[in-house]
């Protein structure tokens, strides 16, 4: 199988997860794995995927996140300057809205979309008429509407690469600013712990980028890379156990995070999380042709055969 990004090819054997072959591209090192064509990415992301301390997936509490989120997104807005009068934002993925809240505080008109509908019901709760139910393949907004688009913890999520970018490329007004971040699988920290990586969470992460394929995906579709770089995020103690928890035991919390101090926020940066600044480049085409190879998610995964 060819790369989904570059189209370098053939991909080989990364490793295993769950049971599930993950392909390593020879070439920008992008890694991925196949789900099989009736994979329905919406299907993941239910009510239990953002609060349930009974599932081995998602999140335990996102509400509980939000004072660190909050100022993770508002620290990384602020490199973007004041906003000119009437700059609108459009953030992909916006979740409970958090993300949107901070563009709001700090003076854009921000709209966002989220696959998830009981997590779209909670964002409209702090910015009614401000969110819809949308996933970052078909966007229903015009072109060139937006001045800066954010995709936080989302382009991992997105069945189709390709197609996500060019919808971004799409609404961006030509100069527009895309902000977003995702987990590096080049990075030492994803090398050194193999299929244990906290970033490999199937079935919702898809996609495991690298700086190399994420600069190729980026600049296909007329985004040019300005920044990019690993850097310190907030996180409760409680969430970052939980990580641990989920990703080492496989198995849920229950109640084993209910313990004093753990919504204290910690500075953390292991190394292996990339903020990318790129802007839309003038006279560009907002959707160029996609590489030759077949995405991702339209082929049969292959299952670990006992003994293996």
């Not at 907004?141 to 913890?153: E, M, R, Y």
């Not at 030509?174 to 080049?186: E, F, I, V, Y």
């Not at 802007?279 to 991702?296: D, H, I, K, N, Y």
């Amino acid at each position: 199988m060819s790369c989904p990004v570059c189209g370098a090819g053939p991909c080989s054997r990364a490793l295993w997860k769950d049971g599930v072959e993950i392909l390593a591209c020879p070439d920008c090192g992008l890694r991925f794995w196949r789900p099989p064509p009736d994979f329905r990415p919406e299907s993941v992301y239910d009510a239990a995927y953002f609060e349930s301390r009974e599932a081995s997936r998602g999140y335990d509490d996102y509400a509980a996140l939000e004072p660190a989120l909050r100022r993770n997104f508002a620290r990384r807005l602020a490199r973007l300057g004041p906003p000119g009068r009437g700059a609108r934002l459009l953030d992909v993925g916006a979740a409970h809205g958090f993300a949107l809240a901070e563009a709001a505080r700090a003076g854009f008109r921000a709209v966002g979309c989220e696959i998830a509908r009981s997590a779209a019901r909670r964002a409209g709760e702090r910015a009614p008429g401000r969110i819809c139910v949308a996933n970052g393949l078909r966007l229903p907004f015009a072109a060139g509407s937006f001045q800066v688009v954010t995709l936080w913890d989302v382009l991992e999520h997105l069945a189709d690469p390709h197609a996500a970018l060019a919808e971004v490329a799409r609404v961006l007004e030509p100069g527009g600013r895309l902000l977003l971040s995702t987990g590096d699988a080049g990075s030492l920290a994803a090398r050194l712990s193999g299929a244990r990586w906290h970033l490999y969470t199937l079935p919702e992460h898809l996609f495991f980028h690298t700086r190399e394929s994420l600069r190729r995906l980026l600049e296909a579709h007329g985004l040019h890379v300005e920044r990019l770089r690993a850097e310190a995020a907030l996180y409760p103690l409680g969430y970052l156990v939980e990580r641990l928890w989920k990703t080492l035991l496989r198995r849920p919390t229950g109640r084993a995070l209910r313990f004093p101090g753990a919504r204290l926020a910690l500075p953390l940066n292991l190394y292996d999380v990339v903020t990318v600044e790129a802007r839309r480049l003038q006279g560009t085409s907002a959707a160029p042709a996609r590489p030759s190879a077949a995405s991702a998610a339209s082929a049969q995964p292959r299952r670990k055969e006992a003994g293996r």
